[in-house]
């Protein structure tokens, strides 16, 4: 069994629009190995610019991903923290039976209390701090209340099959 058993694509796509439309924020549908299976949305450039780089895409995206899987798993709920960057990351986790089928991640929002750190990211992506600063002015910024009821509203949605 895996994610296109529970929806069809054209479902999940259905709910990757609506958490980006609802968010402001890029969507994927990951498989439990987090492979990216779709997508809604377009990532802001200091995503682009991390996700480029092998070393800050497996130290900033993938290591949080995979603590996030590992939480949801656990607590079988949605998962919200915050990126290697400081930037909200959520994981909806999608189960079958009990199962971890995958997960529907949205992420790349500045969160009001947080600041984002371009010295890090700098050396992260190998540019410079005056250039990730203006990268960073271009960070949406989303109130983490706001991505917590969305969030849970999607993980309601797919679990209850409507």
């Not at 296109?4 to 549908?29: C, F, K, N, S, V």
């Not at 899987?69 to 009990?98: H, W, Y």
């Not at 984002?116 to 002015?137: F, K, Y």
Request: net charge negative; with cysteine.
């Amino acid at each position: 069994m895996n994610l296109y058993d529970i929806m069809d694509e054209d479902q999940w796509q259905e709910i990757l629009d609506e958490l980006r439309e609802g968010l402001g924020m890029p969507t994927a549908l990951v498989d439990p190995h987090s492979f990216v299976l779709q997508e809604s949305g377009e990532r802001h450039e200091l995503c682009k610019a991390i996700r480029a780089n092998k070393d800050s895409l497996i130290g900033i995206c993938a290591k949080t991903q995979k603590f996030m899987a590992g939480k949801a798993r656990e607590t079988q709920k949605p998962v919200l923290v915050s990126c290697e960057a400081n930037m909200s990351k959520c994981l909806i986790p999608v189960f079958s039976d009990g199962e971890f089928m995958g997960s529907v991640v949205v992420c790349g929002t500045g969160i009001p209390e947080e600041e984002i750190s371009p010295a890090m990211i700098a050396q992260s992506i190998n540019r410079s701090e005056e250039e990730v600063h203006r990268l960073i002015q271009q960070v949406p910024v989303m109130e983490t209340e706001k991505v917590i009821e969305i969030s849970n509203h999607i993980f309601k949605k797919i679990h209850s099959g409507s």
